[in-house]
């Protein structure tokens, strides 16, 4: 073979190889955000697949059910593609350490990286690189096994609380069913304890979702229930509590909010998502005046103590739910999650009370 080929086959593949353990290292190993061209690359035509699948005339459990599968299928895809680069870059590589023809080079590479022993090299430097592609090829199967726990590991600790806000907010979670199940067993004080927990768990989604960011398309295990639609939940309850209900505000609400918005922004830069940067009382928020005094006047009937003022509590409200509104309501879409509906505030049944002797 000419000699040109083999110095332009052995550049080559040395690049490709490159490319491809820059892609597995910065997706699976590196603690912070990257954007990988070669894995955006596959999540997007994953991607768009499964959005065909899941077109928008199906009901929403179905296209829960196809979607579902996203993430598990990028994983498999990711490590698929890896090998298969790998056992071409080799094929190069094998050519450009003399092997005579590229499918004799094709069939050593890829006895080398499954380590068949079928098919092997001749003279030194082909042996020797027969061994480096075979410990490549173990190292990226180690490599996914060992991301599974760690994934699996942060997911659960996402979807516990999104679970158990089950229990505050009812299913799915609604901010004005955080507020009548407080109402509902008198408990107010404990209010704090929630934001506690998901100031924390905003901390928490804000490094492993842009680290790990795979996580973000792993679907709650129910349908009625969503990661996005429970932070909205609790964002917008803490905002209604302090904005709106008749109590004195609590400083832990407004850190949850904070802690709420800062981490969304994150993963709004990581996604390209655009938001307003500086923040005033006069930009506008997807939630009508309309809806927002018929969830008042729900948690009215419900008990719920609320400040006379309705439009000072009304420009209290936007001005919270203004940090995060934006980035709240593209996630809606772009991770395919029913979006809450305000106008049900005036249809659902209302909590009842829950903890009284006699009733």
Not at 48 to 63: H, P
Not at 82 to 89: E, Y
Not at 268 to 283: E, F, G, L, M
Request: glycine letters at 8%; one cysteine or more.
């Amino acid at each position: 073979m000419a000699i040109w080929i083999r110095i332009l086959s052995g550049i080559g593949g040395l690049v490709l190889q490159l490319l491809v353990l820059d892609a597995a290292v910065r997706t699976f190993l590196l603690p912070r955000v990257a954007n990988v061209s070669l894995s955006r690359a596959v999540a997007r035509a994953i991607g768009w697949i499964f959005q065909m699948l899941a077109n928008s005339k199906r009901s929403y459990a179905v296209r829960d059910a196809i979607l579902s599968l996203y993430a598990s299928m990028v994983l498999l895809t990711y490590q698929a593609l890896w090998l298969a680069l790998s056992i071409i870059a080799f094929t190069l590589g094998f050519v450009a350490a003399g092997v005579p023809s590229f499918l004799r080079a094709f069939e050593i590479s890829g006895s080398s990286l499954l380590t068949l022993g079928t098919s092997s090299g001749q003279g030194g430097g082909q042996v020797v690189l027969g061994f480096v592609e075979a410990g490549i090829g173990l190292t990226l199967l180690a490599l996914l096994i060992a991301f599974i726990p760690t994934l699996y590991a942060a997911f659960q600790r996402r979807e516990v609380s999104v679970s158990r806000l089950s229990v505050r907010a009812g299913v799915p979670a609604t901010p004005w069913g955080v507020l009548e199940m407080a109402q509902s067993v008198d408990s107010y004080e404990r209010l704090d304890e929630l934001w506690r927990e998901w100031e924390q768990w905003f901390i928490e989604v804000g490094e492993t979702h842009t680290t790990l960011t795979i996580l973000n398309y792993y679907r709650s295990p129910s349908p009625d229930q969503t990661w996005i639609g429970a932070a909205a939940a609790v964002l917008d309850a803490a905002a209604l509590f302090n904005a709106a209900v008749d109590i004195t505000p609590s400083p832990t609400a407004g850190l949850c909010i904070r802690s709420g918005w800062l981490s969304l922004r994150r993963l709004a830069d990581y996604y390209r998502v655009p938001y307003p940067t500086t923040i005033d009382r006069n930009v506008s928020i997807s939630i009508s005046r309309a809806q927002f005094d018929g969830v008042l006047d729900r948690l009215e009937r419900s008990g719920v103590p609320l400040l006379a003022d309705r439009e000072a509590a009304w420009c209290d409200f936007s001005g919270w739910r203004a940090n995060y509104d934006a980035i709240i309501e593209a996630f809606y879409t772009l991770f395919t999650c029913p979006r809450t509906d305000w106008n049900e505030a005036t249809i659902q049944p209302l909590f009842g009370p829950s903890n009284k002797r006699g009733i």
